[in-house]
């Protein structure tokens, strides 16, 4: 079964930092693009950070740019979610997201179940 | 940045009935939208991929059409599976993968 896990989620106080995890399961997890969208509590979905199958490429969105960082490791089929310097408007539940191919021409065919982040003093 | 709007930001509808909405791109994106709905406390799912294309286990009830940007989703009879709030997501041109701000389909 193709399984998106994500793990690493809690409460933190601004400034703070966490690392989300994203274990995958039941595809070749090396040559899929991978995504983190998040989404904050009653809103709608915001993109957060694309990775390339190599890594060799990577984004961000403006709202994390230069706090977050993406990365994988294709040994152990995982994603990763390195935040810091965190605010409150980070307070989300975070999804581990697979690009369907074709540079996402395809869409973002299978997502996590999501781990929620909340930031508060 | 390309912006998706939606239409309606919520609607209200009874079993059975044929729903329409839109999403409307702040620029021609060509057929390159994407649909997805979630239902309440769980993570979102694809269902419609380059305007038209059904993803693979979906129900033909749902339906995509449009091109430029100007495009729909169409379900041809609401079950009760289908109340959920539904997002649609260009990717044409990235970063960013803009969504919309969602359509919450409720029960009349």
């Known amino acids: 079964e193709v399984q998106l896990v994500e793990s690493g989620g809690g409460l933190l106080q601004p400034g703070g930092s966490l690392r989300l995890s994203c274990a995958a399961s039941g595809f070749t997890f090396k040559i899929y693009e991978m995504f983190w969208v998040r989404q904050a509590p009653g809103k709608g979905l915001e993109w957060v950070s694309y990775?390339?199958?190599?890594?060799?490429?990577?984004y961000y969105a403006d709202s994390v740019k230069g706090r977050f960082t993406i990365s994988r490791d294709n040994a152990k089929n995982s994603l990763y979610l390195q935040m810091n310097s965190l605010r409150a408007e980070d307070t989300a539940a975070y999804f581990c997201?697979?690009?369907?191919?074709?540079?996402?021409?395809?869409?973002?065919?299978?997502w996590g179940q999501g781990t929620r982040v909340t930031v508060s003093s | 940045d390309i912006q998706l709007t939606q239409s309606p930001s919520s609607l209200s509808a009874s079993l059975g009935d044929r729903v329409t909405i839109t999403c409307r791109a702040s620029?021609?994106?060509?057929?390159?939208l994407n649909w997805y709905h979630q239902q309440p406390g769980k993570a979102p799912k694809l269902l419609i991929y380059a305007t038209s294309s059904l993803q693979s286990g979906v129900s033909s009830r749902f339906s995509g059409s449009g091109s430029g940007t100007d495009f729909t989703l169409t379900i041809s009879s609401l079950q009760p599976e289908d109340f959920a709030t539904y997002y649609c997501q260009q990717s044409y041109s990235t970063p960013p993968y803009t969504f919309g701000q969602g359509t919450k389909v409720e029960i009349k």
């Open positions: 997201v697979r690009g369907g191919g074709a540079g996402t021409a395809y869409g973002f065919d299978i």
């Open positions: 620029q021609n994106i060509a057929t390159y």
């Open positions: 990775i390339s199958g190599s890594s060799s490429t990577i």
